[in-house]
């Protein structure tokens, strides 16, 4: 479903307005700090009620303003999200959500930057974190999941920092159960998405010129299940060491060319086209289990890639785009009648007579 247009308020530098777009491509042109990346993550943040880029969500708030405000409207939905620096208020239809897993995927949204990169190089922390997220955005189930999932893990941490004497002892064992539980229902609909995942990297690979781009999966439990038996076997050094050292959260995602890890072995190009291809196959993904295309969110992408591959990249995009960069791409407008371009000057947007 298209984004028919947003307003927003005391939205980072944006200065408070409306904006309305068109439903397949609106590029949005703009020197360095003109507000470019703060109108996706505006746009992300009605969407998924959380930022891309930062923790503090506070820092989301214009300087000396109260709070922010963010509404969209689709074809048949409307969403509000407010947030003051404490409370944050979700709305769908005019209904207020309380639970974030009732309102995270009312509009399926994927964001692909220069930061994805991290995804190849950084921490299994950032390949797990997409991961989650991306099933999440379909799945309600293991949005909830997830959640219970960390607040045992939280509670079994502190449990084992303390460790040591029978009362404890006892304890943990009940919070073995409730992470056996719910450990198994995470890599029960992990098991089922990375097959998925890992077929649609392949195709978008080879469309981007990488020849067998593929997936694998590093389990801390074998064949991604948890029980009493690993957790026995791991019990003391549990509490050596004073956290949980298995389950879900420990396990990683490793992305391969030519049977090769990418991030030893590709080149800084093939490393971003891999990682586009990564996230074009989540795309595709939730299109395929909603029925529905997501937003694209496009920051800065094209910047590292050579002419033929923006030109495969353009042509790969479904659905509707927003493609900020500081320079228009090089395309032939002919047959972009339908596009929108923006330019856009210390958070103020303007219609660009590029149209
Ligand atoms: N809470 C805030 N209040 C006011 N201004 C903010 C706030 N947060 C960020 N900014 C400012 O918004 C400006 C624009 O940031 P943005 O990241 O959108 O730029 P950009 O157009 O994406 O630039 P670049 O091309 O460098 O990526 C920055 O100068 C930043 O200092
Ligand atoms: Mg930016």
Redesign the pocket.
Known sequence: MALKRIKYQGF??LADAELEFADNFNFII??????????L?AIFYVGLASSFRIREEQ?????GEPFLRVDAETENMRAIVYFDGQKKKLTLQGNKVTRLSNYVGWQGITILSIEDIWMVRGTPSRRRAFMDWTIAKTSAVYLSNLIEYRKILRQRNRILQNGGDNKDRDVLELFDEQLIKTGNEIYHERADFLPKLKENITVFGQELGLQELTLGYCSSCPDMKLNHDILKRVRHRELIVGHTLVGPHRDDLLFSINARPLRSFASEGEERAGVISVKLAEAEILYKETGKRPILLL??VAAELDRDKIEVLLRLLKGQVFF?S?QLPNFSKSNRTKDRFFS?ER?VFEISSEN
């Not at 703009?30 to 109108?39: P, Q, V």
């Not at 820092?59 to 300087?63: D, E, F, G, T, W």
């Open positions: 980072r530098n703009g020197k360095n700090g003109a507000g470019k990346t703060n109108l993550e820092n989301l708030i214009r300087a920051d800065e900020a500081t856009v958070g």
